[in-house]
């Protein structure tokens, strides 16, 4: 099993900032890509960024330029920092890790449980 701690959620002002972190651990896994998702009430869950364990990243439009995803592979974590935080930006914010068994070779998404992210005055 890969165990996933999402940590650094909370309440900001619009246009302030937040960081989230996020540790995937695994005894018996190789951790490939990593991401962030959200999920506001009453939408889908919907993919904020990703970085693969070669650095590559993508991002939504609508946080492109605010937001930045990094990742320190010896620790298989994942950072999200967050600027000028909208009030749209408000959700759940779920990381991912999709993981690789080194005994199986079979390949999972696991799931942390979440940090609430609210960008209110």
């Known amino acids: 099993q890969v165990q996933v701690r999402e940590s650094g959620g909370g309440l900001v002002q619009p246009g302030g900032s937040l960081r989230l972190s996020c540790e995937a651990s695994?005894?018996?896994?190789?951790?490939?890509?990593m991401g962030w998702y959200r999920q506001a009430p009453g939408k889908q869950r919907e993919l904020v960024a990703r970085i693969t364990s070669g650095g590559s990243t993508n991002y939504a439009d609508s946080v492109k330029g605010r937001f930045t995803i990094s990742r320190d592979n010896a620790k298989n974590t994942v950072y999200l920092q967050m600027n000028s935080l909208k009030p749209e930006d408000t959700a759940v914010y779920y990381c991912n890790a999709a993981a690789t068994n080194l005994i199986s070779k079979s390949a999972t998404d696991y799931w942390g449980q979440g940090t609430q992210v609210t960008v209110s005055s």
């Open positions: 695994g005894r018996t896994f190789s951790i490939n890509a």
